[in-house]
């Protein structure tokens, strides 16, 4: 029986090593798509942190040109572990942890309050809706560049952005 033809075409790929000296230039959308993940300054930095610990640890051989559709392969999968790793423990204290936005010299208080308010419902999107708006809206990615980072369809990241964005204009009460 032969194999799938995407299967012989991805083993066929030529590979090369991830080099660990680019890793700077995508920390930006990096950070981007990790403070939508998460919500907030400080874990946003923790997980890209993370990321390039994780990244870092042993040699990558990637099968394409795309270095930032693999980063946020790597920091979609570090947030779900670490997701996952903290529903599992118990929690000290029940109390809402509100981080403040760095201080901007010319940022007034509402355009502060006004972004911490978008970035809370875009955390609370679900999960489909809240990667596409966060590789689209917050890291700049391209329709496509976000098809390729979290492998679907180009049709289905537009049509999730749509319903993402739509539930975000909801819990803002934007929506008529």
Known sequence: MLAPM???AHSEAPTREL???QLGDHLDRLYRAALGMCGSHTDAEDLVQETFVAVLRRPRMLRSGDDIGYLLRVLRNTF????RAESRRPRASDLDNHDELPERPGAAPEA????REVLAAVAALPEP???AVAAVDLAGFTYREAALALETPEGTIMSRLHRGRAQ???ALGYSS
């Open 6 to 8: 995407s299967v012989l």
């Open 19 to 21: 080099d660990p000296a």
């Open 129 to 131: 809706y809240r990667e």
């Open 168 to 170: 975000v204009a909801d």
């Open 80 to 83: 779900y572990s670490r997701y």
């Open 112 to 115: 502060m309050a006004a972004s």
